[in-house]
């Protein structure tokens, strides 16, 4: 009874603040309530039991790409009003595509539950080990099976990494960077002077 | 299979990684000064994990399980031979591209880094026998080779080659990727033997969707026709060395990756990758041959002659029999070694300055001016259009004798008239050379190293090659041995 009715709240929650998301005038507003939706998915993927899946989505998509979406809103200047001047005109042509969207989805469901499409069985070794935790199952997996590819993966990573800093790094000569050493090297006598100006003259530095 | 096993069988990619990492740290600190001391530490890097590949070169698969972590990866005599070949390329970069580097601005000491990365992830492609190792290997292989593209990057040339690479790289993985998720969700499964087993029993329309889709993004990576679009602009455009690079090691990985998905994968539905191998094979010989007649830089030029190239080897796969792989094989070694020779000659045709000449009318009475430059042209290019005494003709013979004892003399027949019409522009090139006017834009002096590699090079593909014939043709027996599910 309390899993139907958490279910229907976070559904519901879901879909209003998608559309929300959507149809808010102020850009950050929308991202604020693609947060909320976020969190609502990550709810009702707790609810079927995918525990790691709800916390990547509270962790990636709200601590990190939200966040980020945030950023880009608020420091770049778009003007949203001229972006969304064609709503009206564009709107069949979206709705179109949606519609073809949904056909699709029901069609490859439908082909898949009549039996018109026979899709290979996973083999043993990739099927979920049992009485695991959703989170201990695939970290077993990704750290023992998969050690390899996973450290693969990192390297590449790394290569993309020295790839960006290669490519955009460089050295400018007209940057004053600050230099401790040299700060803290520094005594009074180098950068003061005591002068007894008398009355009427000028200081010359 | 433990896991201590498996870490021993990965030894090579250990090693590579872990110096990768260390030299990165010599790098960040040492700044572009430690640039020469990281480069000669990578081909250190290169060659142990070459004396480390050669046990594995002849070993037979009885007895000795050469197969890491669960089936995903094989470290068998194929992997080692294509391993080798590859170690091969990026050692002859690395020897070539300090002085090129330095002259045309500077020598990042990433450069040698990301060659050597670059190096592991064809190792693990070459050695992958799961569709998830294949991708992660490509991918490394492909990320380090888009940065290598751009490495000048206030050339233009240099930054649209590298942007063009990427681009269109991104939509080849693309387009793997989406050929593996079909492939795996009609066969239930990843690993080569597993789908190599669910094909036996029937091929369901979208498995062959599948090949089709994992055939296009590997044709791309060894730009092979209808995939070659990129290869004569990022050939042009790249740093010569980097050029040297993509013409050899990649092009040996990818090749063997295609090789073993086809034969190790989809083995058991032959009919259905044959023809498409096929058709890449004659459009690449004739693309190859015909594209190159127009071209007026010496890069470009040699960009198509390695479609041509390319498509020679698919002739040998296309013959879907092990006899055909192994001629493959031997044609892949054989043209690494042209291609070293044929881009190490092109880097040592400066002017008085030092500046690279890249277009053919330059290259004008070169005979005069350099006659031993000329003659390891004239060489390179009679080997490449293969013109017997030279080694390039017996690479291009066991590939046809493989065609036609398989049956396909009307493939044989096509593939020998467009090595006819490529011979014409090689043999244009040596006419330049040789019977035109001196065109005084060539000069300077020549490098110890480049000549080294040059002349190491030429002694290969000039008759002495013939002398290795035996010991490559068994070399490649031992490696297609591998492939066949024993």
Partial sequence: MIQLLAFYLFATLVIVSGLSTILARNPVHSVLWLILAFFNAAGLMVLVGAEFIAMLLVIVYVGAVAVLFLFVVMMLDVDFATLRAGFVQNAPLGLLIAVVLVAELLLGTGAVHSGALVLGTADAATAAPQNLSNTAAIGALLYGRYLFLFETAGIILTVAMIGAIVLTHRKRGDVRSQNISQQNARRPQDATVNLKPGVGQGVEL | ?486
Avoid at chain 2, 193 to 201: D, N, T, V, Y
Avoid at chain 2, 259 to 266: D, G, L, P
Wanted: charged share 10%; net charge neutral; glycine share 10%.
């Fill in chain 2, 1 to 486: 299979m433990n896991l201590l096993t498996s870490l021993g069988l990965v030894a090579s990619e250990e090693v590579l990684s872990g110096f990768g990492l260390l030299l990165l740290l010599v790098a960040a600190w040492g700044g572009d000064k430690a640039a020469r001391t990281v480069t000669v530490a990578s081909i250190l890097a290169l060659a142990a994990v070459a004396v480390m590949a050669v046990p594995s070169l002849m070993l037979s698969r009885a007895g000795v399980d050469v197969s890491a972590f669960d089936g995903q990866f094989a470290q068998d005599s194929f992997a080692s031979y294509a391993k080798l070949l590859i170690y091969l390329g990026a050692a002859v970069t690395l020897l070539v591209a300090p002085n090129f580097f330095e002259k045309a601005g500077v020598y990042r000491a990433e450069f040698p880094i990301l060659v050597l990365f670059a190096a592991l992830g064809m190792g693990i492609m070459v050695s992958a026998t799961d569709m998830l190792t294949l991708y992660v290997g490509l991918e490394l292989n492909s990320l380090a080779a888009y940065v290598l593209a751009a490495m000048l990057r206030t050339d233009e040339r240099s930054a649209e080659a590298g942007l063009k690479y990427f681009v269109l790289g991104s939509l080849a993985s693309g387009i793997l990727l989406f050929g593996i998720s079909l492939t795996y969700g009609f066969t239930g499964s990843t690993n080569f033997g597993a789908i190599h087993e669910s094909l036996s029993h029937g091929l369901p329309t979208g498995a062959l969707f599948g090949i089709v889709f994992v055939l296009s993004g590997l044709a791309f990576k060894i730009s092979a026709v209808p995939f070659h679009m990129w290869t004569p602009d990022v050939y042009e455009g790249a740093p010569t060395p980097v050029t040297t690079f993509f013409a050899t090691a990649p092009k040996a990985a990818a090749m063997a990756l295609l090789i073993r998905v086809c034969v190790s994968a989809f083995g058991s539905q032959t009919e259905a990758w044959q023809q498409i191998v096929m058709a890449a094979a004659l459009l690449s010989i004739v693309v190859g041959a015909l594209g190159a007649i127009g071209q007026s830089n010496i890069k470009r030029l040699l960009a198509y002659s390695s479609i041509n190239n390319v498509g020679f080897m698919l002739l040998g796969l296309a013959a879907g029999t092990l006899e055909g792989v192994a001629g493959t094989l031997v044609y892949l070694a054989i043209y690494v070694v042209m291609s070293v020779v044929s881009f190490g000659a092109v880097l040592m045709l400066t002017d008085v300055d030092g500046n690279q000449v890249e277009a053919i009318a330059d290259l004008g009475g070169l005979s005069k001016v350099k006659p031993g430059l000329a003659a390891a042209m004239a060489m390179v290019m009679f080997s490449l259009a293969g013109i017997p005494p030279l080694f390039g003709f017996w690479g291009k013979f066991v590939v046809f004798m493989a065609v036609v004892k398989a049956g396909y003399v009307p493939l044989a027949a096509i593939g020998i008239a467009a090595s006819v019409i490529g011979a014409f522009y090689y043999l244009k090139v040596i006419k330049v050379m040789y019977f035109d006017e001196p065109s005084g834009k060539i000069g300077g002096k020549c490098l110890a190293s480049h000549t080294a590699i040059v002349v190491i090079g030429c002694l290969f593909i000039s008759p002495l090659g013939y002398l290795l014939t035996g010991p490559l043709g068994r070399l490649a027996e031992s490696a297609v041995s591998a492939l066949t599910h024993g």
